[in-house]
């Protein structure tokens, strides 16, 4: 087991922040590649950003210039800074461990609302 705890979901305005953390337990954490992926009512989960261990990342394209994904090797934590924030970003975001055999651990879910 491999817990994965998420920090900072919340309520925020169209065009507002908010900078999501995971944290994880273990020593598998450095030699992950880490992820976020979100699911809105009604959709089937989707990829928002991943980070391999040596920072190479990848953007849902519709993401691309407004998130920013980036680990924390010494403090076993990866990151999802998030700007711009537009009402159909509302979705409950989960942050992904895959190990090297391509199993994927999950995070509990933190719940991302953007309404005025």
């Known amino acids: 087991q491999v817990p994965l705890v998420e920090f900072g979901g919340g309520l925020v305005q169209p065009g507002g922040s908010l900078r999501l953390s995971c944290a994880a337990s273990g020593s598998i954490f450095s030699v992950s590649t880490m992820g976020w992926y979100r699911q809105a009512p009604g959709k089937e989960r989707e990829l928002v950003a991943t980070v391999t261990t040596d920072r190479r990342t990848n953007y849902a394209d519709s993401l691309k210039g407004r998130f920013t994904i980036s680990r924390d090797n010494a403090r076993n934590t990866v990151y999802l800074q998030m700007n711009s924030l537009k009402p159909e970003d509302t979705a409950v975001y989960y942050c992904?461990?895959?190990?090297?055999?391509?199993?994927?651990?999950w995070g509990q879910g933190t719940q991302v609302t953007v309404s005025s």
């Open positions: 992904n461990l895959r190990t090297r055999l391509m199993y994927d651990y």
